[in-house]
């Protein structure tokens, strides 16, 4: 790192140890959500974890895998709350329990959410999954 560089690859350790704390702690939240908007929310911060893995990681790939995480996070995420939104106007519902049958009812919509919702998974050949086998 360019700025306070000393500072850096002292708490470079902690950056990991936390990211990865992050990463299984939010996991584990998200999977306990019944909102669909929290359960992504959560899923977010659990993807954070990963940039600070790439901070820490001190090396160059691991901290341009650290900005494509945070851009390909960011079109994802958004995609994923905008298809949240939609399916809240056609349903009046977020709760996960409710929303049995969607893939009937928009069919659209649920494959443009289930192909986000892979993407956000970091399937292999999709942006997340590059950025995470960088960070690692």
């Known amino acids: 790192m360019e700025l306070l560089p000393h500072a850096?690859?002292?708490?470079?350790?902690?950056?990991?140890?936390?990211?990865?704390i992050?990463?299984?702690y939010a996991a584990l939240t998200s999977l306990s959500?019944?909102?669909l908007k929290r359960?992504?929310?959560?899923?977010?911060?659990?993807h954070m974890g990963f940039v600070l893995i790439g901070i820490g990681s001190i090396t160059n790939l691991g901290l341009n895998g650290a900005i494509l995480q945070m851009i390909s996070h960011g079109l994802i995420g958004a995609s994923l709350f905008f298809l949240a939104g939609i399916s809240y106007?056609?349903?009046?519902?977020?709760?996960?329990?409710?929303m049995?049958?969607?893939?009937t009812s928009m069919p659209k919509?649920?494959?443009l959410f289930s192909s986000c919702s892979m993407a956000s998974l970091a399937l292999p050949g999709m942006s997340g999954f590059i950025a995470e086998?960088?960070?690692?």
Do not use: E, K
């Open 8 to 20: 850096h690859s002292f708490f470079a350790p902690w950056l990991v140890i936390v990211g990865a």
């Open 89 to 98: 106007d056609r349903t009046r519902t977020l709760v996960l329990d409710q």
């Open 33 to 35: 959500q019944r909102n």
């Open 133 to 136: 086998l960088m960070i690692f």
């Open 109 to 111: 919509i649920f494959t």
């Open 22 to 24: 992050q990463i299984v």
């Open 100 to 103: 049995g049958g969607i893939g």
């Open 39 to 46: 359960r992504i929310a959560y899923s977010s911060v659990s």
